[in-house]
């Protein structure tokens, strides 16, 4: 881990300065923002914000700005997460995982209507996905439509059998014992 990330940064160190070189400073950048998420989330950030200052196409930095977000909402700081999140989901609507995060984003800053919003535009990109369809049911769980989550957590369920994830079926299946009978 040192040695990669000690690599990274004397490779960063030959492309400053050095417009020629701008994908990879984006690239270095990018994966020492990858690199020290675990152990040092500020440097993290950093690394991401500066990657994201690379002039460069918004689809090619579209990496940098979600894990932003995820790294920024892990932190606590929900405005500015569903800031960078809600740009990720305008430069690029055809990415489910944008509006899988940013549901999980407005979920936890209380605002469960754009959250299931978020997970229906998820939803209708990527309909086979357990996490979205547990999510999605969970909010409708908090708003009180229980034949709607129920009918989410059990599409959840059916995939994650379907994908052979039978330990993650039955961990669902028991966090929701005894909130939503299936």
């Known amino acids: 881990f040192d040695k990669g990330v000690y690599l990274l940064r004397q490779g960063l160190s030959h492309t400053t300065g050095c417009q020629s070189n701008a994908n990879e400073r984006y690239e270095l950048l990018f994966n020492l923002g990858i690199a020290l998420a675990q152990t040092n989330p500020k440097a993290s950030v950093a690394a991401y914000r500066e990657a994201l ?72 990109l990527n309909p086979d996905n357990p996490d979205v369809h547990q999510n999605y049911a969970l909010v409708r769980l908090l708003q009180g439509n229980i034949n709607q989550a129920r009918e989410s957590f059990r599409k959840a369920i059916s995939l994650l059998e379907g994908q052979g994830l039978l330990e993650g079926a039955n961990e669902l299946r028991q966090k929701i014992r005894g909130i939503v009978k299936l």
């Open 53 to 124: 200052s690379i002039p460069m196409d918004h689809r090619a930095s579209l990496g940098a700005l979600l894990n932003l977000a995820a790294l920024l909402m892990a932190q606590g700081d929900l405005d500015e997460a569903i800031a960078s999140c809600t740009m990720a989901t305008q430069r690029a609507p055809e990415v489910a995982l944008g509006w899988f995060n940013l549901g999980l984003m407005h979920r936890r800053n209380g605002s469960l209507s754009k959250a299931l919003d978020s997970y229906l535009h998820a939803l209708e």
